[in-house]
């Protein structure tokens, strides 16, 4: 069975940082695609970015509203997802979501998902 | 950029059939894949690539895509399948996946 938990989310202060963290079990980690997907409490989803596995040239790609300020990376030896971000807004404020993004045919969807990890930022 | 765009609201009464479409310029030539975020709970992936069920999902939710609209479509509606749904394509310009705004299906 899949399984992804994340962790790290809380209160930060506006320009601060935070680094989500997605634990994944029941799948061989390192040959899959990742994803963070992100919802405001009461709206609706948001793709914020992904990681492709290493087999596949380990590329991530953001949306536009990341503006480089977030960075997914990921530990296969851990079977571990991150997301550092940077520089927060308070429009960041949201429930972050890991996802195993399966891609094939020209397009990718999430397989699965964790239970998200919130993320407040406020002064 | 492309948008989706689905209705806020959908009802229906137990046991009938619910339609909740996903509107997108030529959305037809692209695939569709649908999600369900029961109140509380993370989403879940209810129907890929138009119409294919990952195992779990019941026969009563199928899928069409067709021209400028897609369809998600569940058969005798349950209480238990009151929740919001999401469709989303992928974006090939970002490569990342665009979401619709989300419909809330009441029963």
């Known amino acids: 069975e899949v399984q992804l938990v994340e962790s790290g989310g809380g209160l930060v202060k506006p320009e601060g940082s935070l680094r989500l963290s997605c634990e994944a079990s029941?799948?061989?980690?390192?040959?899959?695609?990742m994803s963070w997907v992100r919802q405001v409490p009461g709206k609706g989803l948001e793709w914020v970015g992904r990681?492709?596995?290493?087999?596949?040239?380990?590329?991530?790609h953001y949306a536009a509203f990341v503006n480089g300020r977030f960075t997914i990376s990921r530990d296969d030896s851990k079977n571990t997802l991150y997301l550092q971000m940077n520089s927060l807004k308070t429009e960041d404020t949201a429930l972050y979501y890991c996802t195993f993004t399966y891609c094939s045919g020209g397009t990718c969807y999430s397989y699965s998902w964790g239970q998200g990890t919130l993320v407040t930022v406020s002064s | 950029s492309y948008v989706l765009t689905q209705p806020p609201s959908v009802s229906v009464a137990p046991g009938e059939t619910a339609s909740i479409a996903c509107g997108g310029n030529?959305?037809?030539?692209?695939?569709v894949h649908w999600y369900q975020q029961r109140p509380g709970q993370a989403p879940v992936l209810v129907i890929y690539y138009n119409n294919d069920r990952p195992s779990g999902i019941p026969e009563r939710f199928s899928g069409s895509n067709s021209g400028n609209t897609a369809t998600l479509t569940i058969s005798r509606v349950e209480a238990g399948d009151e929740a919001d749904y999401y469709c989303?394509?992928?974006?090939?310009?970002?490569?990342?996946?665009?979401f619709g705004g989300g419909t809330k299906l009441t029963v």
């Open positions: 989303q394509v992928w974006d090939s310009n970002s490569d990342l996946g665009l």
């Open positions: 990681i492709k596995s290493k087999t596949d040239g380990g590329t991530t």
């Open positions: 030529n959305i037809g030539s692209k695939s």
């Open positions: 029941g799948f061989t980690f390192k040959n899959a695609g």
